[in-house]
């Protein structure tokens, strides 16, 4: 199992202020929002294939949800899917970034510094990043990405690929054996409803390591940058 003390460390070394002004008895609405889904890839601790974390741009305001706020949601729910599996443990972890709904209020929160401090975290934390798909991506999106690239480490830039409807680099990157088990939606053969794992949200409200990880780091990062 993965233990809480290596996320604390990650975060706090490579991404020190990401939890320092979450309140955690306020992300409930956060976490309603479902802007990130955890596909359901089976109990099967032999399975070759990566964790698979989704990212729905439609369902992400960052007037409602600033960017340090989705990235904090975001590293929970990568915290739920390693945890408790070991396939995921082994083969590291794939994010899917569902682009359809990307907008103008969107693009105002990319910046060179915002992309660095990710490339920091995804290098930091307890899990292989095996690579990145960006779907249903508009021109603005690709754009966007030819500007920002260079801010991502080149080890990182190499996995991130981004597509309208082509699902070939997400099709690479999962083992045939385990591709039946993806939702529809990606190229699947499952049903969308029982596709992603449901009932996650909760979990993590009633998971009381999670408020634990989110106090112990708060107060690493107050002893550390503020205590001085």
Request: proline residues 4%.
């Given at each position: 199992m993965i233990k809480a003390k290596r996320l604390l460390i990650s975060c706090t070394v490579s991404y020190p202020d990401?939890?320092?002004?979450?309140?955690?008895?306020?992300?409930?609405?956060?976490?309603?929002?479902?802007?990130?889904?955890?596909?359901?890839?089976?109990?099967?601790?032999?399975?070759?294939?990566?964790?698979?974390?989704?990212?729905?741009?439609?369902?992400?305001?960052?007037?409602?949800?600033?960017?340090?706020?989705?990235?904090?949601?975001?590293?929970?729910?990568?915290?739920?899917?390693?945890?408790?599996?070991?396939?995921?443990?082994?083969?590291?972890?794939?994010?899917?970034?569902?682009?359809?709904?990307?907008?103008?209020?969107?693009?105002?929160?990319?910046?060179?510094?915002?992309?660095?401090?990710?490339?920091?975290?995804l290098n930091a934390l307890p899990i292989k990043f095996v690579g990145c798909v960006i779907i249903n991506s508009p021109k603005v999106v690709e754009k966007l990405f030819n500007i920002f690239k260079y801010a991502v480490g080149a080890k990182n830039r190499k996995l991130i690929h981004v597509v309208h409807k082509n699902l070939w680099p997400l099709n690479d990157m999962i083992p045939a054996a385990d591709s039946m088990q993806i939702p529809r939606c990606f190229g699947g053969k499952v049903d969308d409803e029982i596709g992603f794992l449901s009932g996650v949200e909760d979990y993590m409200m009633d998971d009381t390591t999670v408020p634990t990880l989110v106090a112990n780091v708060q107060n690493k990062y107050k002893m550390q940058h503020i205590n001085v």
């Open positions: 990401l939890f320092a002004l979450i309140d955690f008895t306020k992300l409930k609405p956060v976490l309603e929002k479902k802007i990130f889904q955890i596909v359901n890839t089976g109990e099967n601790e032999s399975s070759k294939s990566p964790g698979i974390l989704v990212l729905r741009i439609n369902r992400w305001n960052p007037s409602d949800v600033p960017f340090d706020e989705l990235v904090a949601v975001g590293i929970l729910y990568v915290y739920e899917l390693i945890k408790d599996s070991f396939a995921t443990q082994r083969n590291g972890g794939i994010l899917i970034i569902d682009a359809d709904g990307f907008e103008f209020s969107h693009v105002k929160v990319i910046s060179f510094d915002a992309i660095k401090r990710l490339n920091c975290l």
